[in-house]
């Protein structure tokens, strides 16, 4: 039996979740209990020792979750337990360096630019969504599907390879020009190459290149599906995936390259035939981890001067030091509760609650902009660019989940992140019985990709991916996988 595979009764797993629902009330509850008292002045805990606790609690919560995911679903390496880790990072990643005692580190510190009092706010109801956001995944309930038959399970891996072969022959030469005009400029820029059109002549032909470059990936990972049971060119895919993953973070985009090799090593550890292969890759995917956590400052200090290379990255780790190198770099991604607190700080008192209206117009994102000056979804929906205009500043502070769950519904997120735990968990939720399944498989892996940063962003990047990518990608293989099951079906009767 695999390491990472737990067998569990299904009436034991159903009573699990009831169980953990009830203590995910429960934590709700007594968030909101401290939260009124905090108004009130009721509550008789310094607000330094108010985040040290709030920063362990959610290392608690966040480990109660992940393994129980792992327990429910059989597997503990999993892609919706890595998703939760990404969220607890992004959006209180200072708060739980916070409750080791670290007080200064490099980068952003959001304990000196902030009152402490609203960063306490912002990390109660961070956690108050984070709790009704695993709820919402645990009521994701799979019925048992019939084992697939051998015919049918080539016709589906063959419909992959087909498609994820034309995808390729397609972007390649945009894949090759966008990757070598911006490694050329990255020399000189560093990380501004990756969103630099000025080599491209316009914006809008380095949008169409770079959307097309990007099919490239996804042919890939569709030939990584395709090819389950061709060791050598499975390897070799996944040799040129993890090239290209370690060229984008040489260049200074460490989320794009992390969760690249991330899902890849994820799939092999969890979905290949054999056990061999399923270890091998599963320590590969923790060395993964480990590399890239300690990377990810030097990388971050070296990407506005060129490209990275491994001897520099080396060098500042080891002048760091490992315990340096990850508080800093759980830092550096952890400052995405900013958003959430100056939006406390704007609505209500300046500007309204919206009411859902953010997530209603990031939908229309899938249609063109043929009737108005401003695109009904970048004038409601783009909340990094509004927050950005809001405080005058000339960069960029991103956006969260929760921080679009609050400018919407205030300190009542529990549907929509009910919701949203639901769904994610759903286009997320791969156990060992439906590993087997590749268009889930493919569903889950693209969305990992794609959405790995989601927590630090808003609702509407998250459509685009879905409407442009995953849904005509899925839609085009089950078409092509229907139609080769069909005439297998004929041949073998011999019509």
Same mark, same amino acid.
């Given at each position: 039996?695999?390491?990472?595979?737990?067998?569990?009764?299904?009436?034991?797993?159903?009573?699990?979740?009831?169980?953990? +629902?009830?203590?995910?009330?429960?934590?709700?509850?007594?968030?909101?209990?401290?939260?009124?008292?905090?108004?009130?002045?009721?509550?008789?805990?310094?607000?330094?020792?108010?985040?040290?606790?709030?920063?362990?609690?959610?290392?608690?919560?966040?480990?109660?979750?992940?393994?129980?995911?792992?327990?429910?679903?059989?597997?503990?390496?999993?892609l919706?337990?890595?998703?939760?880790?990404?969220?607890?990072? =992004?959006?209180?990643?200072?708060?739980?360096?916070?409750?080791?005692?670290?007080?200064?580190?490099?980068?952003?510190?959001?304990?000196?630019?902030?009152?402490?009092?609203?960063?306490?706010?912002?990390?109660?109801?961070?956690? +108050?969504?984070?709790?009704?956001?695993?709820?919402?995944?645990?009521?994701?309930?799979?019925?048992?599907?019939?084992?697939?038959?051998?015919?049918?399970?080539? @016709?589906?891996?063959?419909?992959?390879?087909?498609?994820?072969?034309?995808?390729?022959? =397609?972007?390649?030469?945009?894949?090759?020009?966008?990757?070598?005009t911006?490694? !050329?400029?990255?020399r000189?820029?560093?990380?501004?190459?990756?969103?630099?059109?000025?080599?491209?002549?316009?914006?809008?032909?380095?949008?169409?290149?770079?959307? !097309?470059?990007?099919?490239?990936?996804?042919?890939?990972?569709?030939?990584?599906?395709?090819?389950?049971?061709?060791?050598?060119?499975?390897?070799?895919?996944?040799?040129?995936?993890?090239?290209?993953?370690?060229?984008?973070?040489?260049?200074?985009?460490r989320?794009?390259?992390?969760?690249?090799?991330?899902?890849? *090593?994820?799939?092999?550890?969890? @979905?290949?035939?054999?056990?061999?292969?399923?270890?091998?890759?599963?320590?590969?995917?923790?060395l993964?981890?480990?590399?890239?956590?300690?990377?990810?400052?030097?990388?971050?200090?070296?990407?506005?001067?060129?490209?990275?290379?491994?001897?520099?990255?080396s060098?500042?780790?080891?002048?760091?030091?490992?315990?340096?190198?990850?508080?800093?770099?759980?830092?550096?991604?952890? =400052?995405?509760?900013?958003?959430?607190?100056?939006?406390?700080?704007?609505?209500?008192?300046?500007?309204?609650?919206? *009411?859902?209206?953010?997530? !209603?117009?990031? !939908?229309?994102?899938?249609?063109?902009n043929?009737?108005?000056e401003?695109?009904?979804?970048?004038?409601?929906?783009?909340?990094?660019?509004?927050l950005?205009?809001?405080?005058?500043?000339?960069?960029?502070?991103?956006?969260?989940?929760?921080?679009?769950?609050?400018?919407?519904?205030?300190?009542?997120?529990?549907? +929509?992140?009910?919701?949203?735990?639901?769904?994610?968990?759903?286009?997320?939720?791969?156990?060992?019985?439906?590993?087997?399944?590749?268009?889930?498989?493919?569903?889950?892996?693209?969305? =990992?990709?794609?959405?790995?940063t989601?927590?630090?962003?808003?609702f509407?990047?998250?459509?685009?991916?879905?409407?442009?990518? +995953?849904?005509?990608?899925?839609?085009?293989?089950?078409?092509?996988?229907?139609?080769?099951?069909?005439?297998?079906?004929?041949k073998k009767?011999?019509?």
């Amino acid at each position: 039996m695999n390491a990472l595979t737990i067998p569990y009764p299904k009436n034991d797993r159903l009573r699990f979740r009831l169980c953990l +629902i009830l203590i995910n009330i429960l934590v709700i509850t007594t968030l909101y209990v401290i939260q009124g008292k905090r108004d009130l002045g009721l509550l008789n805990i310094e607000e330094n020792a108010l985040s040290a606790a709030l920063g362990l609690f959610a290392q608690i919560l966040t480990l109660t979750y992940y393994f129980s995911w792992g327990k429910i679903t059989g597997n503990y390496l999993n892609l919706f337990g890595m998703f939760l880790v990404s969220f607890v990072l =992004f959006c209180l990643g200072q708060v739980i360096i916070y409750s080791y005692g670290v007080r200064t580190f490099a980068g952003a510190n959001m304990f000196t630019r902030l009152p402490v009092q609203l960063i306490n706010s912002s990390a109660i109801y961070t956690l +108050i969504c984070l709790a009704a956001f695993f709820s919402g995944a645990l009521l994701v309930i799979d019925s048992p599907k019939k084992p697939v038959a051998i015919e049918e399970e080539e @016709c589906n891996l063959a419909a992959f390879r087909k498609v994820g072969k034309l995808l390729l022959v =397609f972007s390649a030469i945009p894949f090759l020009y966008s990757r070598t005009t911006t490694l !050329l400029a990255a020399r000189s820029i560093g990380y501004e190459a990756l969103y630099n059109y000025s080599n491209y002549g316009s914006s809008r032909v380095f949008k169409i290149i770079e959307g !097309l470059s990007s099919l490239f990936t996804v042919g890939l990972i569709m030939l990584l599906v395709g090819y389950k049971h061709d060791k050598n060119k499975r390897n070799l895919i996944t040799l040129f995936l993890s090239i290209s993953a370690v060229i984008t973070l040489m260049m200074g985009e460490r989320t794009g390259a992390a969760s690249m090799l991330l899902v890849v *090593y994820w799939y092999r550890s969890f @979905c290949l035939p054999t056990k061999k292969d399923k270890k091998k890759n599963l320590l590969g995917i923790i060395l993964v981890s480990v590399l890239l956590l300690l990377a990810f400052p030097a990388i971050q200090r070296l990407r506005h001067e060129g490209i990275a290379n491994v001897v520099q990255i080396s060098q500042i780790v080891a002048r760091n030091g490992i315990v340096e190198s990850l508080i800093s770099s759980i830092a550096s991604v952890g =400052f995405s509760v900013f958003p959430l607190a100056k939006t406390m700080e704007i609505v209500p008192l300046y500007e309204n609650y919206r *009411y859902g209206i953010t997530y !209603l117009m990031a !939908l229309t994102t899938v249609f063109p902009n043929l009737f108005f000056e401003i695109h009904p979804a970048q004038k409601y929906s783009a909340l990094a660019s509004w927050l950005m205009k809001s405080l005058n500043m000339t960069y960029g502070p991103g956006y969260s989940m929760p921080a679009e769950a609050y400018i919407n519904f205030g300190w009542f997120p529990l549907p +929509i992140m009910l919701l949203a735990g639901y769904l994610i968990a759903r286009l997320l939720y791969i156990t060992k019985d439906n590993r087997n399944d590749p268009f889930r498989v493919f569903v889950a892996m693209m969305f =990992f990709f794609m959405n790995i940063t989601l927590p630090r962003r808003e609702f509407l990047g998250v459509v685009r991916d879905i409407a442009y990518y +995953i849904i005509p990608a899925y839609l085009v293989l089950k078409g092509i996988s229907r139609k080769q099951c069909q005439q297998a079906q004929g041949k073998k009767r011999g019509v």
